[in-house]
């Protein structure tokens, strides 16, 4: 998960402030955290939370336009939370911690679990079990081992069924 607030860097500290309304999660990375006044070597937090959740909110600071506009469409965050619609595809990657907190806030759980659907006209057939062993060989002579065990997986699941 990227860091909240440069979107650059790996988040490594996750807060949360919960209200009687509505909850905002912050994730922050270790640079910006170390900058917001938080620790990863001590277990104490030198900064009040309002201010880091309002500063977080309103966008305040350096080049929080461009963090606050989809870079490809031009929408922002604002006229998502209004309208309740993004703009483009690219929004989601780009907003994905405000879309989720929004999802949260709506009591929608963002991962979904349901059954997939059904097969349509002119869609590929499954692999078989031999070409994801191909694949599988392929990955493995490549090094590749994440996408080796991805076939390996596929493998099983195909002979469970």
Do not use: W
Request: aromatic fraction near 6%.
């Amino acid at each position: 998960m990227k860091c909240d607030i440069c979107r650059i860097r790996t988040a490594v500290i996750f807060v949360q402030q919960v209200s009687r309304d509505s909850s905002v999660e912050l994730h922050l990375c270790e640079q910006c955290a170390r900058e917001r006044g938080f620790s990863t070597t001590e277990n104490r937090i030198d900064i009040s939370l309002g201010g880091l959740f309002s500063d977080v909110l309103e966008k305040k600071g350096p080049g929080s336009e461009d963090a606050n506009t989809c870079p490809k469409c031009g929408c922002t965050l604002d006229t998502i939370k209004k309208h309740r619609k993004t703009g483009c595809t690219e929004c989601y990657s780009h907003f994905r911690a405000e879309i989720i907190a929004l999802l949260r806030q709506d009591g929608v759980e963002y991962a979904y679990t349901g059954p997939l659907p059904g097969k349509k006209d002119g869609e590929a057939e499954r692999p078989s079990a031999e070409q994801l062993r191909r694949e599988l060989q392929r990955a493995i002579e490549r090094e590749n081992y994440e996408l080796a065990a991805y076939y390996r997986d596929r493998l099983k699941l195909l002979e469970q069924h």
